[in-house]
DNA sequence: CTGAAAGCGCTAACAT
DNA sequence: ATGTTAGCGCTTTCAG
């Protein structure tokens, strides 16, 4: 039998009520009490029950962790760290993170993670694009909600997102400051908000910078933004005939797909032709050349989301806050001054 | 305010006893009654609250899933499915599986996670190697544990394991019967169960064809077992000049870089050399050619783990079983008659 | 077949 | 400064 409250009472000679106050750090018990009482619970070596605590504070200590199955399963960690993040920084918090994965096409007929349902969690944290649907769907359950790398207006949340914007510039004008006059952009699906967000300040970066856009130099493909699309987006622009020195591909994957393309064709990079990407996966150093990339702090973002569904269930005041975390260049080989 | 037990006696017109033995689907209430109380309870929307099961019951309804970091960020997403098995079974099982990654180089100054500290869990399933010292940290709390794709008898526990001898074996003799008498091995840590089990596999099914085995065809790195090892053992191999015709890789990594060197060096996959791997990546797809391999169901791996433990919490007595999941020769481009 | 009631371990008024 | 006590929502004897 796992030991009590009552027994460390009984062993420090106080009440229930005492040793509670104890635990919970309250000054208005005397420095001997509070002494023995601490030393009871260590002899007995104490842990106050979760589910006791819970049943009374109607709170479960638990926030939920959702992404699409897709994302999760994903070759590259993204999501992966970005949970870490939130799982580091909920040990520090005295939370229980409850992972699970949704469809990626989300139906109507899809049940909702049985936490939701349950009402096992005190808060959720999606992570990545999910269906609208689903966003609509557990709007009823009034769930205080952190989006991380995705937003969507439907219902205000709070969110944590990437600097896409700024850290399109800082790319698009590093490629400039190169000395590079034609610069190509390869990216996926506009509708997924980052895409559309490295998108436009890869465009805001040329406009500052009084470059003309030239749309042949612009290729985005259907849906994804995998390596191969990469590999289809390189050759289609270089089939295009269109004059260009210098690639922005939305992400790493597509650049290092891109990188493949291209050097199959001899083209020799970076002294041909630079590119650079954006994510900063792990694969980028294992190119030949590493790959020159923005990176995104993951973990940072996963702890960040953390904190402020943390602050959200503190206070009782909904504060909906936007935080935009920056990105940082990072020069490696596979770009050079033209 | 959330409803509760009461909210559906009170609409039942019954007893709260009465609504909890109908819940739990005892079948000693009327079927009038029990139509009631199933009426209400959909009418109230009413789930009963887990903190006061818990509570009662003297259990969280949690499981731990346990993995260190680097097996968790590892590109390939083999234990992230593994998991992903175990929280799938988690749902039909009414468990909530906690997730926590240990340090890679799990030292004795490490805490042990909190959900094990505080008690908040029923049972721990440990994916992948761990170090044997968190193993024999968390002895004392006597939780129920579940192994997958790991085992150590350190203490005895139940395990769910690859069939890799029978895979290895099978790999092997798959290549023997394509014609081939000179069969190389590239393999990693001899330390890890999985990877001496492949190679023994290797050993054992030549040795059941009569086949001489060559030491110089046997290219083990010093530790780990990543594409970047496969193309130096792959290099190492081809250096020795010692003539052969196949390879099996211990892991489709592994083969994955041996392929990606022997096809940079003008040796042509399968005309000139056979590759097989072991594990089935998505990866294996997007070769050229498409790997052949052994594939190893990770999925269901993860709810087999699940289940065990399920057992396990169900009976009181502690059967601890080995289970050996069957894997299967998956037959792709990367193979050829000799 | 159903209800009354004790109690799981803890917290938070309210007393003292 | 500390103790008393009434719940939190549920399960489970034990009666009826």
């Known amino acids: 039998m796992r030991t009590t409250i009552k027994d460390v009472a009984k062993k420090a000679n106080v009440s229930t009520a005492t040793v509670s106050l104890v635990v919970h750090g309250h000054n208005r018990i005397s420095p001997e009490t509070k002494n023995r009482v601490e030393k009871a619970i260590k002899a007995l070596n104490y842990y106050p029950s979760k589910s006791a605590r819970n ?3 109607r709170k479960t200590g638990n926030i939920g962790f959702i992404l699409t199955e897709d994302h999760f399963l994903k070759t ?3 999501y992966t760290q970005i949970f870490l993040g939130t799982e580091f920084e909920a040990r520090n918090q005295e939370y229980y993170i409850l992972l699970t994965t949704i469809p990626t096409n989300f139906s109507k007929d899809d049940d909702l993670p049985r936490f939701i349902l349950e009402r096992s969690i005190d808060g959720l944290i999606i992570a990545g694009k999910v269906p609208d649907l689903f966003i609509e769907k557990i709007e009823p359950f009034n769930l205080p909600i952190v989006m991380v790398d995705y937003y969507t207006d439907h219902n205000a949340q709070s969110a944590v997102l990437i600097d896409n914007i700024g850290g399109a510039q ?3 004008e590093y490629l400039l400051s190169l000395g590079h006059k034609n610069i190509a952009f ?3 699906d506009l509708e997924h908000p980052s895409i559309s967000d490295r998108y436009h300040g890869f465009k805001m970066a040329l406009e500052k910078n009084k470059k003309a856009l030239n749309e042949n130099l612009i290729v985005l493909t259907e849906n994804a933004t995998s ?3 990469g590999y289809h987006a390189a050759k289609f622009l270089h089939q295009s005939q269109t004059d260009f020195s210098a690639v ?7 650049a290092i797909g891109a990188m493949q393309y291209f050097k199959s064709t001899g083209i020799r990079i970076p002294q041909d032709l630079s590119i650079i990407g954006f994510d900063n996966i792990e694969g980028d150093l294992y190119q030949d050349p590493p790959l020159s990339t923005m990176s995104v702090p993951k973990i940072e ?3 960040e989301a953390l904190q402020q569904m943390v602050q959200i269930l503190s206070n009782k005041k909904k504060v909906l806050k936007k935080i935009l975390i920056p ?3 990072i020069v490696r080989q596979s770009t050079k001054q033209k």
Request: hydrophobic share 45%; glycine share 10%; net charge negative.
């Open 186 to 188: 390869i990216g996926g």
């Open 170 to 172: 800082q790319a698009t």
């Open 55 to 57: 049943l009374v504070s």
């Open 248 to 254: 922005f591909a939305c992400n790493d994957a597509m």
């Open 327 to 329: 990105v940082e260049l």
């Open 227 to 229: 390596r191969e699309d």
């Open 76 to 78: 590259e960690p993204f």
């Open 301 to 303: 973002m996963g702890q």
